[in-house]
């Protein structure tokens, strides 16, 4: 399934449009380009929950971490433009 978003840029808080596939339970959604994943994990009843990446425009990672039930829990990573562990923070 392939569908579309709005969300609102934290920055310049104007909507802006994403590319979202859905296949099995695992969304995957594309940066502005509509070619680079953006972000990508598990969604249950409408929420994210599981384990969740988030990368940048060139393809390394940028945060990963868990939810349960749309709620953020457990450790989340942060890394560095070259995709090495900057940080590690709890929920």
Avoid at 11 to 21: A, D, F, I, N, R
Avoid at 41 to 68: A, C, M, Q, V
Wanted: charged letters at 30%.
């Amino acid at each position: 399934m392939l569908e579309y978003f709005s969300m609102i840029s934290d920055h310049k808080k104007t909507m802006t449009s994403k590319k979202c596939e859905v296949v099995d339970g695992y969304a995957i959604k594309y940066h502005a380009n509509g070619k680079t994943v953006w972000s990508k994990g598990k969604i249950k009843n409408g929420h994210p929950d599981g384990y969740w990446e988030w990368f940048r425009p060139d393809g390394t990672i940028k945060r990963s971490g868990y939810f349960k039930e749309g709620t953020p829990v457990g450790e989340w990573t942060t890394y560095d433009s070259q995709g090495k562990i900057y940080k590690v923070t709890s929920k």
